[in-house]
């Protein structure tokens, strides 16, 4: 059978998008966060809209059935807002889940079904030890064949760092600069996690040692700090606490339309070109390679040749910093660096907010927050915010094309969508 | 014992009779580790069981000190790491195991490439657990 | 804003639908039971197809995480099935996970995205013991607000019967003759959960009592085995053993493709003209009326009008039974039969076989079984058997438009669709 | 002790104090039990704290035999079931609760129709758990 070439039918256009806080809120639930993102997507359409409107929605979750309790959570999302009886579907892809949950809310425009769609995502993780946390995750690798030798998610990108490490020469202060870069987006965040650069963490360190009268830590910059494993302890070996991205609660929201109906709601929509999933095998081990990610490389190159450009033109571009080899291995999969350049590039400061190729404006995974369920439509906000010019203080140049790239898991599932501004 | 079919429960059985058993495709003879009912290669599904010897190369590896709680039940934990990582076997297909032998205070004196082989512990665990995949580098 | 009717861009048609035997089977992972049904469903194309010409998988599954500690189930599928690396998306809405996963397949295939989609759905329960099972089911339901005062499956439905009861004048008898009507059903299918009709297990009962030289009961038929609170026990008042579903393991398969290329695999595809979706109020309190679910009627109501059909035009129907007072009022809020009559109906066998409106011809989720990930294809494995003429002792005369009832939890999600062979 | 955001925590924890409180929507005046940040009706979010007088007729029941572990672990069980309903509140908003005061031995002895008052049990769970909404039947 010839392979067609993938397209739409129907264009699709991004009227707004929004998200609650990230952070830790214990004493809320996955429905509060929601209700959050979704009063914060209608404050961003230009022209305002009517939630009557929208038709179904769509909700990226990895686990609230193991982290509260609470499986089918679509309806009660949208009951929460106001939306019940609109169709409500969950989706789940690991940490892909709301990536996927755009995905199908494109889908479903461009089949005609619906020309308005809400789509989200929501992860409560903080009311479970942080042990729990990590089964859970763990649960997203392969169950029978990972989690029964000792996989965690920070041991499974560990594995990953090791081959990098050992086929290109990557090293462990490369990764630290990627934890430095990010920190500093993530500062300029008033909804990230982590609102500190990890100067200022280190420097309030200090700070609470000399007013406790404890031994001064002799830190004199960033990297310095990094490589004290009193301040920066081995999570999986070469993987440290500051090459994790946190745990994170938190919810996103982006609402679609078809794209003939898109200046009913703003002048400046933002549209979407290009959309690109694949799959890999769930255990590392049922891959040929593992210094990249096959899945990440073939669902841009889908997304990349719906959308008609390459690598080059994409001038902004969110992607999955789960650990600090992840943003690595992704920059040089999305063809923005050659493979084995990422964490040079990233060293040179060329992913920097002023570089030639800014990744994680927002902070990403590892200073924004990853609410698994909500970090793939989280990644679409700062895109909104950048391209819309509403990013403040992490504001870049115009942005005309951006990406996102939104994997889960350890590479099994991974999103891929490019938007421009036109 | 019923090790017909080609699925977990098998694969875990076979491992406890000391055996590391894959299936192979009597179509293709693409080999598969863990084994699977259905060829991946040429989307048949006539497989038969394959023993693999045990033997292989190190691709990569982790020193794990913040476990899964069923690790850390096994008394494992930030002071006592253990180390789990990618094996490719020399019949080609590779497998997540735990790793022994390593010197887990100097993780970068683990050499990828390093040969490896699989070890069978006699069963030591709770009823209803299942043994992991073990090998032990040389 | 005008409503628009809900109108899919292309047209959409099964070319084959196949299912696993449902069943306990703990020895077997959800990734094993998904092979039997791929399998199956490659037997079911009538002039066969490359499965390399598949393009994505959408999989059903309601809590593999919990069940069997395994997230993500999607790319594994895909991998146990050699479909890697093709998109792999899990949807999940409770015990309808699967019935949104063929209507997700239904919307990518129209959205011209793909031409060829495998859409199923999977559940392994059976490792777990019944008290744990019966909590993460639960979970379904509103956990903070229904679980905390004991809510569990069973009751959900219990107060819909009390309702039903008070308002309607429903009996127990009547449920019960639901039940007897099912397994008869199932007794005829041989990949069902339960292959023995009541009256068949009141004898083996009976025989092993004789057997064993213990008392002999006194049963004389079905309904007097029924009555008997030794052979029938309260689960939660007024529903027994007998009006529940089983805990089932099972998987069912079924492949999309786009109409105009459907005569390329099977003389005789069928198609589909109706799907409908909807949600309600997670929470029973959060609804006005419990005599009936709304999201059923209004999913119902968006299938007829796409199809341009009425209730009385559909020969067979696939309801969702997982208790015997949830095929009552399904076939009321279908439009089969008027509010307050399903249960009469019931009675007088106007939904056996051979009556009026055959429903439940595969046994229904009461004997084929409940895996719930995978009923709602399951569902349409049947409809599939029944259209092409294939259901063996179950045939009913010639159907040429069948519906699918697909309830997710209490009512909270619904979807339906319409089949029609030309 | 904060109450201020309209979430099950803050619900519980008034419970606690014996009190069975709701959002109402200074809109539109639709009232939510439980509480909810967002109107329903309206789709506005201006909410104020609503508490409801704890009187209501019921609406439907179940008495449960085979409960869930939490259940079990309370002492529930097949020859000693509890009974849950929806209960209609005098203001209008329904509620799930553990209703207590009926003989469960003949389920058909509880009228739907029949009135009901909220009980506030002093807090006796362990740590962390919440005490279900509970009315006694009249
Ligand atoms: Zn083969
Ligand atoms: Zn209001």
Redesign the interface.
Same mark, same amino acid.
């Given at each position: 059978?010839v392979r067609?070439a993938?397209?739409?039918?129907?264009g699709v256009a991004v009227i707004g998008a929004g998200m609650s806080h990230f952070g830790a809120f214990k004493?809320?639930?996955s429905r509060?966060l929601f209700?959050e993102a979704?009063?914060a997507v209608l404050g961003t359409v230009q022209k305002g809209i009517?939630? %009557?409107?929208i038709e179904?929605i769509y909700v990226g979750n990895?686990?609230s059935?193991?982290f509260?309790?609470?499986?089918?959570v679509?309806?009660?999302m949208?009951?929460? !807002?106001?939306?019940?009886?609109?169709?409500?579907? %969950?989706?789940?892809?690991?940490c892909a889940s709301s990536g !996927?949950a755009l995905?199908?809310g494109i889908?479903?425009v461009?089949?005609?079904?619906?020309?308005i769609v809400l789509v989200g995502g929501v992860e409560s993780m903080n009311k479970l030890t942080?042990? %729990?946390v990590?089964?859970?995750l763990?649960?997203?690798?392969?169950?029978?064949?990972?989690?029964?030798?000792?996989?965690?998610f920070?041991?499974?990108y560990?594995?990953?760092?090791? !081959?990098h490490m050992?086929k290109y020469g990557t090293t462990e202060e490369q990764l630290m600069k990627v934890a430095i870069k990010n920190h500093d987006n993530g500062a300029l965040n008033p909804k990230a996690h982590f609102t500190s650069s990890i100067r200022d963490l280190m420097n309030s360190r200090i700070a609470r040692a000399k007013q406790k009268g404890q031994p001064i830590p002799s830190w004199t910059d960033e990297m310095e700090f990094l490589k004290d494993p009193s301040a920066n302890?081995?999570?999986?070996?070469?993987?440290k606490l500051f090459d994790c991205s946190p745990i994170t609660d938190g919810a996103a929201c982006a609402i679609l339309v078809a794209e003939d109906i898109a200046r009913n709601f703003t002048d400046e929509p933002i549209h979407v070109i290009g959309?690109g999933?694949?799959?890999?095998?769930?255990?590392?081990?049922?891959r040929k390679d593992?210094t990249s990610l096959?899945?990440s490389k073939?669902a841009a190159e889908q997304a990349y040749e719906m959308a008609g450009v390459t690598p080059k033109d994409i001038q902004l571009a969110e992607v999955h910093d789960c650990f600090t080899i992840a943003e690595v291995v992704a920059t040089e999969d999305l063809g923005f660096f050659k493979p084995g350049e990422g964490s040079r590039a990233a060293e040179e400061g060329k992913t920097a907010r002023d570089g030639e190729k800014p990744i994680n404006t927002s902070g990403g995974l590892k200073s924004k927050g990853h609410p698994v369920g909500a970090t793939g439509v989280g990644q679409l906000v700062e895109v909104w915010e950048q391209m819309s010019g509403h990013a403040g203080q992490r504001q870049v140049a115009r942005v005309n094309l951006a990406l996102a790239h939104n994997v889960?898991?350890s590479g099994?599932?991974v999103v891929v969508h490019i938007f421009e501004r036109r | 014992m019923e090790v017909k079919e080609f699925t977990a429960a098998s694969f875990y059985r076979f491992l406890d009779r000391k055996k590391l058993m894959g299936s192979k495709c009597k179509k293709c003879g693409a080999l598969f580790l863990p084994p699977r009912p259905f060829c991946g290669q040429c989307l048949e599904n006539e497989m038969e069981w394959f023993q693999f010897s045990g033997r292989g190369k190190l691709i990569s590896y982790s020193v794990v000190r913040v476990g899964t709680t069923m690790y850390e039940e096994k008394g494992y934990g930030r002071d006592t790491p253990y180390c789990w990582g990618l094996v490719q076997l020399d019949e080609g297909p590779r497998i997540s195991a735990l790793l022994l032998g390593a010197d887990l205070s100097r993780p970068d004196s683990i050499t990828i490439g390093q040969s490896l082989e699989a070890i069978f512990p006699d069963k030591r665990e709770e009823e209803g657990e299942r043994n992991p995949v073990t090998f032990r580098l040389e």
């Amino acid at each position: 059978m010839v392979r067609r070439a993938k397209k739409l039918t129907r264009g699709v256009a991004v009227i707004g998008a929004g998200m609650s806080h990230f952070g830790a809120f214990k004493e809320k639930d996955s429905r509060d966060l929601f209700v959050e993102a979704f009063q914060a997507v209608l404050g961003t359409v230009q022209k305002g809209i009517d939630p %009557r409107e929208i038709e179904a929605i769509y909700v990226g979750n990895l686990s609230s059935d193991c982290f509260e309790g609470q499986a089918h959570v679509a309806p009660i999302m949208a009951e929460w !807002v106001g939306l019940n009886p609109r169709p409500a579907t %969950r989706t789940e892809d690991a940490c892909a889940s709301s990536g !996927v949950a755009l995905r199908e809310g494109i889908i479903a425009v461009a089949s005609g079904l619906y020309d308005i769609v809400l789509v989200g995502g929501v992860e409560s993780m903080n009311k479970l030890t942080t042990a %729990r946390v990590t089964d859970i995750l763990a649960a997203a690798a392969d169950a029978i064949y990972e989690v029964s030798v000792g996989a965690t998610f920070p041991s499974l990108y560990a594995q990953i760092a090791t !081959v990098h490490m050992d086929k290109y020469g990557t090293t462990e202060e490369q990764l630290m600069k990627v934890a430095i870069k990010n920190h500093d987006n993530g500062a300029l965040n008033p909804k990230a996690h982590f609102t500190s650069s990890i100067r200022d963490l280190m420097n309030s360190r200090i700070a609470r040692a000399k007013q406790k009268g404890q031994p001064i830590p002799s830190w004199t910059d960033e990297m310095e700090f990094l490589k004290d494993p009193s301040a920066n302890p081995i999570v999986a070996w070469p993987i440290k606490l500051f090459d994790c991205s946190p745990i994170t609660d938190g919810a996103a929201c982006a609402i679609l339309v078809a794209e003939d109906i898109a200046r009913n709601f703003t002048d400046e929509p933002i549209h979407v070109i290009g959309t690109g999933q694949a799959s890999d095998a769930q255990a590392l081990h049922g891959r040929k390679d593992i210094t990249s990610l096959t899945a990440s490389k073939l669902a841009a190159e889908q997304a990349y040749e719906m959308a008609g450009v390459t690598p080059k033109d994409i001038q902004l571009a969110e992607v999955h910093d789960c650990f600090t080899i992840a943003e690595v291995v992704a920059t040089e999969d999305l063809g923005f660096f050659k493979p084995g350049e990422g964490s040079r590039a990233a060293e040179e400061g060329k992913t920097a907010r002023d570089g030639e190729k800014p990744i994680n404006t927002s902070g990403g995974l590892k200073s924004k927050g990853h609410p698994v369920g909500a970090t793939g439509v989280g990644q679409l906000v700062e895109v909104w915010e950048q391209m819309s010019g509403h990013a403040g203080q992490r504001q870049v140049a115009r942005v005309n094309l951006a990406l996102a790239h939104n994997v889960g898991a350890s590479g099994s599932t991974v999103v891929v969508h490019i938007f421009e501004r036109r | 014992m019923e090790v017909k079919e080609f699925t977990a429960a098998s694969f875990y059985r076979f491992l406890d009779r000391k055996k590391l058993m894959g299936s192979k495709c009597k179509k293709c003879g693409a080999l598969f580790l863990p084994p699977r009912p259905f060829c991946g290669q040429c989307l048949e599904n006539e497989m038969e069981w394959f023993q693999f010897s045990g033997r292989g190369k190190l691709i990569s590896y982790s020193v794990v000190r913040v476990g899964t709680t069923m690790y850390e039940e096994k008394g494992y934990g930030r002071d006592t790491p253990y180390c789990w990582g990618l094996v490719q076997l020399d019949e080609g297909p590779r497998i997540s195991a735990l790793l022994l032998g390593a010197d887990l205070s100097r993780p970068d004196s683990i050499t990828i490439g390093q040969s490896l082989e699989a070890i069978f512990p006699d069963k030591r665990e709770e009823e209803g657990e299942r043994n992991p995949v073990t090998f032990r580098l040389e």
